[in-house]
Structure formats: structure tokens, C-alpha cells
């Protein structure tokens, strides 16, 4: 079975550092881009960037370049979304998502089932 | 503000067929496929279309997609009450993907 397993929920303090994982299994791990998506509380989805796990080519949403890495540790079969320096705005759930097999404009088919991250002082 | 436009809302009743609209431009939903996501409250998004008009194996033929020019629909026929959920279209812009504000159903 094809899966994304993410990690659990976490809870931290403005200006600290977070990095949350999205473990693919199932199938050939570096030959689908992976993607992730932020979900607001009560909004709707907002698409991050996307990694190429096979090379790390890595692309951002213009609302989220310089705000948090993307990266990936194909021996693992693992990719990671991170913030240095986390703001009360980043509280939301966070979805990772299987993308094109080598192309980087195709659906996300399979879901990871979100890590919620809050942000409070 | 998303780049995609969708209704915020739409209803049926059982057996109804239901259509959600998205609306994009010639850089977005105009030059690239449209796909189609389905979120039940409290779940992760689930892929209903792909290129615009394919389903993934397991979706009802009851989910059809369609495209002409720079806009994209959702058909749901025969509707259930299980269908009650929120919907997204998304497309790619030339430099990375982007989402419509996304439509919550109300099945009547």
C-alpha cells in the first residue's frame, strides 16, 4: 500500500526552530515529487513548494520562499518541511503529498494526514 | 486571496447533480491541467479528477471533470449525503501549483 506517514503533532514558542517529516512507503520513493500544503485553521489549502527527491530539486510559492526549507533524505525514504524561526502565523496543519511521477505539474494523489503545528507564547 | 476562484458554497439534494465552477486565467487553468481535490471535515484532502476530466481508480464515475478555456467544473450526479464535504480545484502557474478558495457542499 502506498502511504505517507507524518509526524506528530507539535506545539512551540515564537522564534523556535521546527523541522516535521513525511515518511513515504509503498512505492519507489526518489520517482514522485513530494509536495507540501498548509491548511489555516478554518481556511482552505495553500500550496508550499515541491521537491524532487531523486536530485532535491526544489521549488517555492512565492508566499513561502525564504520562509521554510524543504528538503529530503532519500535513504530514508523521508521528506522534511523546517522553519528556524517559527511566528504565531505558522500555526496550521501541514500536509505532505506524492506528486508527478518525474513530472512536477501532476496532482498530489496520495495525502499524508497532516501534522498540526501551533505556534503560542 | 486565491489565484483560482470558486464558489464559497453550494447545495443539493439526494440524486441532484451539483456543479462547482473554477475560475482562473491564461497562465494558470488556461495553459495547464485542473485537478480536483475532496476534503471531509476533519480529513485530509483526497484526489477526486486528475487532467481535468480523469478519476483515479476507487472515485464513482458519479465525480466528472471538465475544462474549456480558462475555467474548469466539478459534476457531482446522483449526490449523496456522504458527498457533503468541502472542494478544491488547483492547477499549476508556471513556477508552482495553487489552490481555489475552496467550495463547501451542503447536502440538503
Known amino acids: 500500500e502506498v502511504k505517507l506517514l507524518q509526524s506528530g503533532a507539535e506545539v512551540k514558542k515564537p522564534g523556535e526552530s521546527l523541522k516535521i517529516s513525511c515518511k513515504g512507503s509503498?512505492?519507489?520513493?526518489?520517482?514522485?515529487?513530494i509536495g507540501w500544503v498548509r491548511q489555516m485553521p478554518g481556511k482552505g489549502l495553500e500550496w508550499m513548494g515541491i521537491i524532487d527527491p531523486e536530485d532535491s530539486d526544489t521549488r517555492y510559492s512565492l508566499s513561502f520562499q525564504g520562509q521554510v526549507t524543504i528538503s529530503v533524505d532519500e535513504s530514508i525514504t523521508t521528506a522534511y518541511l523546517q522553519w528556524d524561526s517559527l511566528r504565531a502565523s505558522d500555526t496550521a496543519i501541514y500536509y505532505c503529498a506524492r506528486g508527478g511521477q518525474q513530472i512536477v505539474n501532476e496532482a498530489f494523489d496520495i495525502w499524508g494526514q497532516g501534522t498540526m503545528v501551533t505556534v503560542s507564547s | 486571496q486565491s489565484v483560482l476562484t470558486q464558489p464559497p458554497s453550494a447545495s443539493g439534494i439526494p440524486g441532484q447533480t451539483v456543479t462547482i465552477s473554477c475560475s482562473g486565467g491564461s497562465s494558470d487553468i488556461g495553459s495547464n491541467y485542473v485537478c480536483w481535490y475532496q476534503q471531509l471535515p476533519g480529513t485530509a484532502p483526497k484526489l477526486l479528477i486528475y487532467r481535468n476530466n480523469q478519476r483515479p481508480s476507487g472515485v464513482p464515475a458519479r465525480f466528472s471533470g471538465s475544462k474549456a478555456g480558462t475555467s474548469a467544473s466539478l459534476a457531482i450526479s446522483g449526490l449523496r449525503s456522504e458527498d457533503e464535504a468541502e472542494y478544491f480545484c488547483a492547477t499549476w502557474d508556471g513556477r508552482g501549483g495553487v489552490f481555489g478558495g475552496g467550495t463547501k457542499l451542503t447536502v440538503l
Open positions: 509503498g512505492y519507489n520513493f526518489t520517482k514522485y515529487w
